[in-house]
């Protein structure tokens, strides 16, 4: 009984941001990492940041320096900042996070995901 969900997606034009958020709610006891993929039509789904309960930060390189992953564990949120977005940014953003329940099962969940259109 653990649900994410995402927000803050839609058409943006090159150079633009949006601003993605993912809330985790239901039957927590903690969380651990948080991170967003992304996957278009035909291709594998890539990882896009993740952060871990601490606050360490990973990137994949394609987006270093154009996204920043950030979260608020008190509102059990993540979110991803994308500035400079390219038309290769199109595709499906997942959110994705480790939790464990109140009943202490541990595993990972994944959001609906998001649609996010960059046009050229």
């Known amino acids: 009984q653990v649900q994410l969900v995402e927000s803050g997606g839609g058409l943006v034009q090159a150079g633009g941001s949006l601003r993605l958020s993912c809330a985790a709610s239901?039957?927590?006891?903690?969380?651990?990492?948080m991170g967003w993929y992304r996957q278009t039509p035909g291709k594998q789904r890539e990882l896009v940041a993740i952060?871990?309960?601490?606050?360490?930060?990973n990137y994949a390189d394609s987006v270093k320096g154009r996204f920043t992953i950030s979260r608020d564990n008190a509102k059990n949120t993540v979110y991803l900042q994308m500035n400079s977005l390219k038309p290769e940014d199109t595709a499906v953003y997942y959110c994705?996070?480790?939790?464990?329940?109140?009943?202490?099962?541990?595993?990972?969940?994944w959001g609906p995901g998001t649609q996010v259109t960059v046009s050229s």
């Open positions: 994705n996070a480790n939790i464990m329940t109140v009943d202490f099962r541990q595993s990972d969940y």
């Open positions: 239901g039957i927590i006891f903690s969380i651990g990492a």
């Open positions: 952060m871990s309960s601490k606050g360490s930060p």
